[in-house]
Structure formats: structure tokens, C-alpha cells
């Protein structure tokens, strides 16, 4: 169905005409003909759809980009599902659709951005999914941590399928009880410490050095 082009100033009481454009409860709805844009809650639409208020809807397509910008420490993002069974939700996906999919291919990435004293923009953090293995029926994956390391952009750890690896210099602290099996090292002295300081130190030639004494309820010692 075609319309005919309006005239006149006022049509009603709230439908308002300026040049070319068209205003709806001034700026209810304003239909931006010079620029081709919509504003809704704005009369100055900066995009082809503006929206001034909050948008509901059931699903949201073909975005290849999106900006949210927020004022407050309020959530900038809410997820939320009504379904009530034991199964996750909501859930988050993030796919990469390659079509030559390879071992140690990027996948999905989290920045964590701020600023620094002289207002530069910096990524203090990412969080990354890779592909270990894209071998059919033994695929592995990893997800890699990088941390802003004396300015510079430095992968701190990296949890494997088979291992966690803490790369770069990352010591590992731990605040309570360690168990393990066993202990394998990398060839180097394997070192004690209490408070920061050494206690004891065991050589890679298999020597024993204790800082203090040695408490021992029933001791064999072979060669």
C-alpha cells in the first residue's frame, strides 16, 4: 500500500512534521527521513535504529556488532532463564565456524580492559579457548590465561586436557593442604619454604639440605 506524502505542519495533536521528517509524541517515535534513520525516545537518532529505553525481545539476529555502554556498576549484561530443571541455563555460547578447523586454533576470547595513570586503554587480562587436537573422535581443547605482566602481554597459565601449566615465571601459593601422588620436576633443585624462607632443598643429584633440625621418630638410610 502507498502513501501519499503529508502536508501541513501539525497533522494532530501528536503527530508533528519538521521538513521531511516526521515526529510522533515529539519523540515517542521519529522517523529521521533526511538521514534514513528511527529514533525511538529520541528525536536525534545517531544510528539507523536508536532506541532510548530498554529493549525486549525473544531473539536478536544478523548482528555482526554490538557496544554497550553503561554509566553505573550496575549490570551491564543480564542473562536470565526461567526453566526449572537441573540442566545449565542460561548458557553462553561462543562458536567459531571454521571451515578448516587445526590443532591450536583460536576460538573464543574474554578481554578485560582498563585504563592506566596516563589514560591509555589496556587489556590487563584475557581468557582464551583453543584447540588442542581437532582430530575426529579425539578432539582435546585448552583454555589459555594471559595476564599484563610488567607491561607487557604474557600467558600466565594454560589448562590442558592432560596438565595445568603455570608458564612464565607463575608461581603456584597455596593457602591449606597439598596432596599429590607423586612430584615430577624439571630436572632443577625442588625447594621448601616457610614464611619466604627456605627450609629445605632437594638436589637434582638426590642430596637432602634441611635449614634446622631433623626430628625423626624411626630413620633408615641406604646408599
Known amino acids: 500500500m502507498a502513501i501519499g506524502r503529508i502536508s501541513g505542519s501539525v497533522l494532530k495533536s501528536n503527530l508533528t512534521r519538521n521538513g521531511v521528517d516526521l515526529a510522533f509524541e515529539t519523540n515517542l517515535l521519529y522517523l529521521d527521513v533526511t538521514n534514513s534513520r528511527v529514533g525511538i525516545?529520541?528525536?536525534e537518532p545517531a544510528t539507523t535504529l536508536d532506541v532510548n529505553g530498554t529493549v525486549t525481545a525473544s531473539a536478536i539476529t544478523g548482528l555482526s556488532s554490538a557496544t554497550i555502554t553503561n554509566t553505573s556498576t550496575d549490570d551491564s549484561i543480564l542473562v536470565t532463564t526461567t526453566e526449572d530443571s537441573s540442566s545449565a541455563g542460561p548458557v553462553i555460547t561462543l562458536k567459531r565456524n571454521s571451515s578448516s578447523p587445526a590443532d591450536a586454533d583460536y576460538l573464543g576470547q574474554l578481554k578485560f580492559k582498563g585504563e592506566n595513570d596516563a589514560d591509555q586503554e589496556v587489556v590487563y587480562a584475557k581468557i582464551t579457548?583453543?584447540?588442542?587436537?581437532?582430530?575426529?573422535?579425539?578432539?582435546?581443547?585448552?583454555?589459555e590465561f594471559a595476564n599484563k605482566k610488567a607491561g607487557s602481554n604474557v600467558i600466565t597459565?594454560?589448562?590442558r586436557s592432560d596438565s595445568l601449566q603455570l608458564l612464565n615465571g607463575t608461581n603456584l601459593t597455596v593457602d591449606g593442604t597439598v596432596?599429590?601422588?607423586?612430584?615430577?620436576?624439571?630436572?632443577s633443585?625442588?625447594?621448601?619454604?616457610?614464611?619466604?624462607?627456605?627450609?629445605?632443598?632437594?638436589?637434582a643429584s638426590g642430596d637432602l639440605h634441611v635449614d634446622g633440625d631433623v626430628v625423626a621418630y624411626s630413620t633408615t638410610i641406604s646408599d
Not at 579457548?129 to 583454555?143: H, L, S, V, W
Not at 596432596?179 to 620436576?185: I, L, N, V
Open 157 to 159: 597459565a594454560r589448562l
Open 129 to 143: 579457548g583453543k584447540i588442542q587436537d581437532a582430530t575426529d573422535g579425539t578432539e582435546d581443547g585448552i583454555i
Open 179 to 187: 596432596s599429590a601422588t607423586s612430584y615430577t620436576g624439571d630436572g
Open 189 to 203: 633443585n625442588l625447594s621448601f619454604y616457610t614464611a619466604g624462607t627456605e627450609d629445605m632443598r632437594l638436589t
Open 41 to 43: 525516545g529520541t528525536s
